[in-house]
Every structure is written in structure tokens, then in C-alpha cells.
């Protein structure tokens, strides 16, 4: 039986291999994708606090003109005071009317949190972000992630720079992942007390023959877990199918928390309040949170939103959500990460899960080694192939030596 499984995990490996390096070394490069982002990029996400910042409806005001025929999708503000303030830009006529136009159901999509974009796969360049002093309201950079070296890397991570067909092979070399998985934990299943010691350490004074069988079989048992979790959650993104049975057998659902309407205004005018007003609604229920990030209303009936990652936040996606009344400012409803149901808590741990940030810089410095690991598996399972087959001509070869050589003895 062993033996139908080591040709179906080899198989397997020849098959999907290639692409399996690529997505770990890719994953291995986005791990700390935003630390050195910011740290080669200081100035754009940190400034010398000088005075009492502007308030947010004058930055709205200074990023419009300096970049004119540009509406704002939404205006991120970080309690640390040495940050820039993130406004996202709506860029292009097209882009804009189909905002305007989105209604109920565009604003339920909006709720949708920022990893879930992945999920669909290859998407048009958005709007530009406006790094902005908030001290001074100067625009410090006009940002569009998509020109940038992550973002190639992103690509050939999900979907190998080829669209939908490379996202189609990225999820189907996922999937034949999963199975090497499993076919690799039946392989190394001992049957003796003695193999079981051999297979969880490895041989280091050995020939690099057997160095590098333990560094697929030894280190391929201690991560295949951690690398299970990585498939499985790689796997929502690749196949809708998948993601859909995924909340189906638990009976949850994943979608947001759906948006409320305002109610009609009192006054003639319909005035909706400023991102101030909505500032201090939010910062007296939660005062301390990490940002506050506010989308203003796109037409008369919507709600005025605003997300926040409280201090305590178990990660970085469990952000709490509040809607107010865009003409009076009252909570009309929210919605903190605790409070969702369990599908929604799937949805948003998913994305952390994957890319070890799930618990900061220790998870984040384990999902470096293990991609770096999972990447290095191809070529160590290639090389002991390489030396089986050269061990089988060796053995097919030596009795046929032997016969000429007792020929020209003869």
C-alpha cells in the first residue's frame, strides 16, 4: 500500500512542485511585506508631530484641490501622533458613478474588510492613497500599490502574474498540495519504535544523501500542520466551491454585518455631518483605539461608517464596525469583533491565519520559516527521486557487466 502512496505523493510533487517554490517563496517575501514597507519608506507613513492636527473635513478639503476631479473613498487616522493620515482616492468618472450609483447593496459590499479582495482574484487599479500631514495637510505622496515591487510579488503569489488562468493553476496546485500532505504523513508513519526515533530527528553526521532525505521526511512531519492550515486557508481564496462548503458544513454564513439606512432629514438642506462629528461620536465609545478609519455616505439614505482596531484587538482584522445616522450622528447600530457570528470570525481570522500575523511578530517570524521550508520540500523530495532512479540503472546495470566481463574472461 506504502508503495501506491509514495508514487501518488511523487506524482503529486513532479506535478505541482514548481508552482508550490514559487507560492512559498513569494509568501516568504509578503510575510513582513508591511514592516519593510514602512521602513523604506519612512516618510511616507511618519511625520514630526508640530502642533494640534487639522481637523479631518480641512484635510478632505486640501487633498480635493491638490488633486483635482478626485472624490475620497475613505480617510484612515492612526493614534500614534508621528503617523500620516491614509486617504483613499476615487479616481475616474467610470469608477465614481458606479459608487454613486451602488446604493444598499454598495454599501454592504463596503463593509467587506480589505483581505477579502484576494478572494476574487486579479482586480483594475483603484483609486490612489494621499499620504497626508495631519499638522500640516500637505500631501506627502500620491500612493498606488499596484505600480509597486509587493504587488508583483502578490501577483505571482496568487495568481503567477497569468489572470485567471493563474489563478486557476495556483488553486489547483494548492489542492495537489493538500494531498502531499496527507500522502506524505502516510509515508512517514513508523511501524517500529526504532524507524519512529530515525524519522523525528535528523542525521546530521550522515552523507548528504541522507541529510537531505531527513530534511524532507523529519522537518516535512514537524511542519506538515502549520502547512495544512496555510493549504486550507489558501484554499478560500482559490475556489469559490471550496469557500462556500467551507461555511455551509458549519451552517454559518460570512457576510457582513448588513449596512442600516439613515433616516430621511429633518431639514430642507440634508446636511450630512462632518468627519469630525463622526470622529467624536466614535473615539467617546472607544478612545483608544489603534485607527479609526471613516467612510462618508455615498448617497441621502446611507449611514455613515466608520471602522476601528481597538487596543485590545485580538489581531490585526478584528476591527469593530460603527453605522451612524449621517444627519444626527446617533448610533444606528455596531458591531465589535466579538459580536459576529462565527462564520464572519472565520472570514476575518482567515487572512491573519495565512500570513502568521495572527500573533505579531512571533507568528510572523514562524510563517517566514515555514514558507522558506515548504519552498525547500520540492527540491529535497526531487533529489531523493533523482538518487532512487540512479540506484534502479545501477542495479539493472551491474549483472550485464558482470556478463561481458566473464565473456572476455571466457
Excluded at 503529486?12 to 521602513?39: H, N, R, W
Excluded at 485567471?164 to 495537489?176: C, R
Amino acid at each position: 500500500m506504502k508503495v501506491f502512496f509514495r508514487r501518488i505523493h511523487l506524482y503529486l510533487g513532479l506535478t505541482a512542485g514548481l508552482v508550490i517554490t514559487i507560492s512559498c517563496l513569494t509568501g516568504a517575501l509578503l510575510v513582513f511585506e508591511k514592516e519593510l514597507t514602512e521602513a523604506f519608506n519612512h516618510d511616507r507613513y511618519f511625520v514630526e508631530p508640530g502642533g494640534a492636527r487639522l481637523p479631518l473635513d480641512k484635510v478632505a478639503t486640501l487633498v480635493k484641490e491638490a488633486v483635482p476631479g478626485a472624490g475620497i473613498s475613505r480617510i484612515q487616522v492612526f493614534a500614534d501622533p508621528t503617523r500620516t493620515l491614509q486617504v483613499q482616492l476615487e479616481e475616474g468618472k467610470k469608477g465614481g458613478q458606479k459608487e454613486a450609483g451602488a446604493g444598499k447593496e454598495g454599501r454592504k459590499k463596503g463593509t467587506a474588510k480589505a483581505g477579502e479582495k484576494e478572494a476574487a482574484g486579479p482586480k483594475k487599479e483603484k483609486g490612489r492613497t494621499a499620504f497626508v500631514n495631519p499638522y500640516t495637510g500637505k500631501i506627502i505622496e500620491l500612493y498606488s500599490y499596484q505600480q509597486t515591487f509587493y504587488y508583483q510579488v502578490f501577483s505571482l503569489h496568487r495568481w503567477l502574474l497569468a489572470g485567471a488562468v493563474g489563478k486557476l493553476i495556483t488553486g489547483i496546485s494548492t489542492l495537489i498540495f493538500f494531498f502531499i500532505l496527507v500522502t506524505g504523513i502516510i509515508l512517514w508513519w513508523p511501524k517500529t519504535r526504532n524507524i519512529f526515533r530515525q524519522r523525528i530527528k535528523i542525521k546530521w553526521d550522515g552523507n548528504w544523501k541522507r541529510v537531505n532525505n531527513d530534511l524532507h521526511i523529519v522537518l516535512g512531519f514537524y511542519t506538515s500542520i502549520f502547512l495544512f492550515v496555510t493549504v486550507f486557508t489558501g484554499l478560500t481564496w482559490s475556489f469559490e466551491w471550496f469557500n462556500k462548503a467551507l461555511y455551509a458544513s458549519l451552517g454559518t454564513s460570512p457576510k457582513p454585518l448588513a449596512a442600516p439606512l439613515s433616516a430621511p432629514a429633518v431639514e430642507a438642506s440634508g446636511k450630512s455631518i462632518s468627519y469630525e462629528t463622526a470622529m467624536a461620536v466614535v473615539k467617546h465609545a472607544v478612545p483608544d483605539a489603534l485607527f479609526y478609519s471613516f467612510t462618508a455616505p455615498k448617497d441621502s439614505s446611507a449611514a455613515f461608517m466608520v471602522s476601528l482596531l481597538p487596543a485590545d484587538a485580538l489581531h490585526e482584522a478584528a476591527t469593530t464596525t460603527y453605522y451612524l445616522d449621517q444627519f444626527n450622528g446617533s448610533v444606528l447600530t455596531s458591531q465589535t469583533f466579538a459580536q459576529r457570528n462565527l462564520g464572519q470570525k472565520i472570514r476575518g481570522t482567515i487572512k491573519p491565519l495565512h500570513t502568521g500575523a495572527i500573533f505579531g511578530t512571533p507568528s510572523k517570524i514562524f510563517a517566514l520559516i515555514l514558507a522558506l521550508l515548504g519552498a525547500i520540500f520540492p527540491v529535497t523530495g526531487t533529489l531523493m527521486w533523482l538518487n532512487r532512479t540512479r540506484k534502479k540503472k545501477k542495479k539493472v546495470a551491474s549483472p550485464v557487466v558482470s556478463k561481458e566481463t566473464t565473456a572476455q574472461v571466457a
